[in-house]
T-cell receptor, first 113, second 109 residues
Framework: DTAVSQTPKYLVTQMGNDKSIKCEQN?????MYWYKQDSKKFLKIMFSYNNKELIINETVPNRFSPKSPDKAHLNLHINSLELGDSAVYFC????????????FGEGSRLTVL | GQNIDQPTEMTATEGAIVQINCTYQTSGFNGLFWYQQHAGEAPTFLSYNVLDGLEEKGRFSSFLSRSKGYSYLLLKELQMKDSASYLCAVVDSNYQLIWGAGTKLIIKP
């Protein structure tokens, strides 16, 4: 059983389109995250979501919006895609509210043409 | 600002020992993580240090000195499968995780 799963694994799209990446965790964790890893390999936190409380990294453009239908799911919706959005997006989860071991999904490689 | 420094790349020989250093300057400290990331894959947890000293886990050990803002990951008896990037990440006073850019470790036969 995959602990944190995200789909799609690869996504190629045109500038200006809107796309979503889905994430699900079956670990019973309370907190979920979205990270962006760019070509320089820095992992940058985008969002964390815990018990309906959303914490947003202020540097994230408002074209990015997380949606959490329940504790086990945190989807990422991106409007009006730009070339600079090309990156690998990782979903992750952790057990509690405070930082603990993160369990990552396999990543979704987004390429904007 | 907050900063995590790691060497960009290191090369070592199969069977040898390698030490990957990480220095940090953060607003507060609530622990330090090491993660391993193989190319094209997700990061996976290796270790967590919050107190000074050495934590050993099989072939891998992690050391922390809070007064020096310094940690290292020690890998012994290197195997080809250890070729990966090793990410250092620090938990700051707001319990936010600050990541380094990672050290790409290349193992040669």
């Amino acid at each position: 059983d995959t602990a944190v799963s995200q789909t799609p694994k690869y996504l190629v799209t045109q500038m200006g389109n809107d796309k979503s990446i889905k994430c699900e965790q079956n670990l019973g964790h309370d907190t979920m995250y979205w990270y962006k890893q760019d070509s320089k390999k820095f992992l940058k936190i985008m969002f964390s979501y815990n018990n309906k409380e959303l914490i947003i990294n202020e540097t994230v453009p408002n074209r990015f919006s997380p949606k959490s239908p329940d504790k086990a799911h945190l989807n990422l919706h991106i409007n009006s895609l730009e070339l600079g959005d090309s990156a690998v997006y990782f979903c992750a989860s952790s057990q509690g509210r405070e930082i603990g071991e993160l369990f990552f999904g396999e990543g979704s490689r987004l390429t904007v043409l | 600002g907050q900063n995590i420094d790691q060497p960009t790349e290191m090369t070592a020989t199969e069977g040898a020992i390698v030490q990957i250093n990480c220095t940090y300057q953060t607003s507060g400290f609530n622990g330090l993580f090491w993660y391993q990331q193989h190319a094209g894959e997700a990061p996976t947890f290796l270790s967590y240090n919050v107190l000074d000293g050495l934590e050993e886990k099989g072939r891998f050990s992690s050391f922390l000195s809070r007064s020096k803002g310094y940690s290292y990951l020690l890998l012994k008896e290197l195997q080809m499968k250890d070729s990966a990037s090793y990410l250092c990440a620090v938990v700051d006073s707001n319990y936010q995780l600050i990541w380094g850019a990672g050290t790409k470790l290349i193992i040669k036969p």
